[in-house]
């Protein structure tokens, strides 16, 4: 995995810094979870940071990422502030979506989120609708669908590829493919390779998904070639869901094997920046420090915030 | 398919510029096309030669006239990405009944979209859709829809039955930050009415009167409108009848100011009768009036079967003037107090 001559250490850095961010909002989840502040069911992106991470290093604000209901490591990969999400999962009204969303529906015009779905698949057509814009409007920028393995087995996968590909769109297929759908593996719910599907609408990448190097360097020769060509690409990620589905479980099912050390994006990460000699440990300290107050600082936020007033519901 | 031999259905004589209904629809997108370069339509086969039975033909503007797959669920979905990214999209469908194939973005996106993010998205979609039965075109080709989808928090449903409404509706439509669904009977594509020149807009829930009388109201959408005004001028009935022009939001004072003066209420729809908005019109009444039911109210709908396709029973399945004409008559002629709330 390890190109170091392709990836500067500030690069590296931000990868790491955003990766941590997501990994410390999902442990601060598991720690209050249970005592239901958070009235929403979340589906915790834990072992997944690397993919969304990866991808959004190579996209600008105005870039469109349509995301699913797995949403926290994509929206805060993309920009969204860490506060407004909080406020989001604790149900007040300074929430990304003001309160009206929960942890699935997040909503941040300003860096490109203009909303999310938790209907599996349908987002997928709603990030080539954002690459339409782009193209009808004569602006540059690209457009990203991310979907699970899942979202593979629906009809809108296969339309959206056909229709991006004959109107030549400038939108990114990303399947982050954590190889379940729900408790099912995905031998029992998708029947072909999705990349090969892909592959007859345009060209295709892979990445490993536990590897945010691997996906930088991957999304940044796909997102290039969008860019030169204004026409659609698909990168392939596998990677490991370490959680259950929804909720703060962690993942027992037989068939899967997850080393939380080997598997673990951010340790891969560190491992790398340290090994290259791309930062110190402590930088990579400081980089924690500083999010952990940032987080401190976003819960206290958060809390401090006003519920919805409930006669918004009143006819 | 012979549509020539009913395609052109009684219609409104009125002074001024006279267009077709079609044609009213054509000039309202090829004026917003013109006014906003935002503006522009999609749906399957929406680019051939026949430009969706003439309504989009000819538009200034043919480079925002595209062609689509047939892939109504993701192309509603582009459609929406699209209106919030920035443009202003009008969605196709040649008919209503391809709309279920898109059922999950309409009823968990698009309907949803405005809501679920607090209000603050911007939502500027229009879908249209032809409604209405063909020539033995049988259940999947015949269908209105409009109470199913009107059922839908979050989508605006609009219903023109006059030329003049079609153009001013659609513009509005076109303008509104937030989804419309406008749907345009296929019976009404040929009537000709007075339709101004200029652009105007015609707001969503202000229904109007076609016919003012004291002793019954009718209330009725679309094509129903203009076959309940047939039988009132035919048989000179003494009716209020209101168009209310948007199925949703309804005008629920024009109903009910009325009705709370003759005392007697007949929805006309041309939809399925259970759940829908016939019954929508009289549980509003039933709530908001029911002293004013004493004389009766009752609806006049499709019966609950789908569409069958043999002439002798499309037909009687749809419901005419003449068979409006008789109950309206029954109607009028009982005496207020007998036979209450039948």
Not at chain 2, 300 to 324: C, H, K, N, Q, W
Request: proline share 6%; aromatic share 6%.
């Amino acid at each position: 995995m390890m190109e170091n001559a392709q990836i500067k250490p500030a690069e590296g850095l931000d990868l790491y810094e955003r990766m941590l961010r997501i990994r410390l909002l999902s442990e601060h989840i598991l720690e209050v979870y249970r005592d239901d502040v958070m009235e929403t069911p979340v589906h915790l992106t834990l072992g997944q940071e690397a993919v969304a991470v990866g991808v959004c290093a190579h996209l600008r604000d105005e870039d469109v990422l349509s995301l699913g209901h797995r949403t926290h490591a994509g929206a805060l990969a993309k920009g969204l502030p860490l506060k407004s999400l909080l406020a989001e999962l604790y149900g007040r009204s300074t929430g990304c979506s003001g309160s009206y969303g929960g942890s699935m529906h997040v909503y941040d015009p300003e860096h490109g989120i203009h909303g999310s779905s938790a209907i599996v698949g349908g987002n997928i057509a709603l990030g080539v609708g954002a690459a339409l814009s782009f193209k009808l409007q004569s602006k540059e920028g690209v457009a990203v669908s991310m979907f699970g393995d899942g979202a593979c087995d629906a009809g809108v996968f296969w339309e959206s590829m056909n229709y991006a590909a004959l109107a030549g769109l400038p939108v990114l297929f990303l399947l982050e493919d954590n190889q379940l759908s729900n408790v099912m593996p995905k031998s029992k719910h998708l029947y072909p390779d999705p990349r090969a599907i892909a592959a007859n609408f345009m060209p295709t990448y892979f990445a490993d998904g536990t590897d945010a190097i691997s996906v930088f360097l991957s999304a940044k020769e796909a997102i290039s070639e969008i860019r030169r060509t204004g026409r659609p690409a698909f990168l392939h990620c596998p990677t490991k869901r370490w959680m259950k589905h929804q909720g703060v479980e962690e993942e027992d099912l037989p068939f899967i094997h997850i080393d939380r050390e080997k598997d673990c994006p951010i340790q891969k990460l560190e491992s790398f920046l340290l090994g290259a000699r791309m930062a110190t440990p402590g930088e990579l300290k400081q980089v924690r420090a500083h999010l952990e107050e940032e987080l401190e600082a976003a819960i206290h936020y958060a809390r401090q915030s006003p519920y919805p007033p409930v006669q918004a519901l009143e006819v | 398919m012979p549509w020539s031999r009913f395609e052109k259905q009684w219609s409104i004589q009125e002074e001024g510029r006279i267009l077709s209904y079609k044609d009213a629809l054509r000039e309202a997108i090829d004026q917003a096309m013109c006014l906003d370069p935002k503006v522009f339509a999609i749906g399957l086969d929406a680019d051939d030669c026949y430009g969706v039975y003439g309504s989009m033909l000819n538009l200034s503007h043919p480079e925002r006239v595209l062609g689509t797959p047939i892939s109504e669920n993701a192309m509603t979905g582009v459609a929406l990405g699209a209106a919030l990214t920035g443009m202003r999209p009008i969605h196709i469908h040649m008919r209503v009944d391809f709309l279920p194939v898109a059922m999950d973005q309409i009823t968990n996106y698009v309907s949803k979209w405005k809501a679920m993010f607090g209000g603050k998205p911007k939502v500027p979609l229009v879908i249209r859709a032809v409604v209405g039965r063909g020539w033995g075109c049988g259940a999947q080709h015949s269908q209105t829809l409009h109470g199913m989808f009107a059922h839908l928090p979050g989508l605006s449903v609009v219903t023109p039955a006059t030329p003049r409404d079609a153009k001013g509706l659609l513009l509005q439509a076109i303008a509104l930050d937030e989804p419309v669904l406008f749907l345009e009977h296929r019976w009404l594509y040929k009537n000709e009415g007075a339709v101004p020149e200029e652009m105007y807009t015609i707001p969503l829930g202000k229904g109007q009167y076609l016919r003012r009388g004291d002793s019954l109201t009718i209330v009725a959408p679309s094509l129903a409108a203009i076959h309940s005004l047939q039988a009132c001028e035919e048989h000179d009935l003494d009716v209020d009848l209101i168009d209310p022009r948007t199925i949703k939001p309804l005008d629920r004072e024009l109903i009910l100011d009325s009705v709370r003066r003759t005392g007697r209420l007949l929805v006309v729809d041309y939809d399925s009768p259970v759940c829908g908005f016939a019954s929508e019109v009289l549980a509003l009444v039933a709530e908001e009036a029911p002293e004013a039911l004493l004389a009766g109210a009752q609806k006049m709908t499709f019966p609950d079967v789908p569409m069958p396709a043999s002439g002798v029973l499309e037909r009687r399945y749809y419901p005419d003037p003449d068979r409006i004409a008789a109950k309206a008559k029954a109607m009028i002629s009982r005496v207020k107090g007998e036979g209450a709330l039948v």
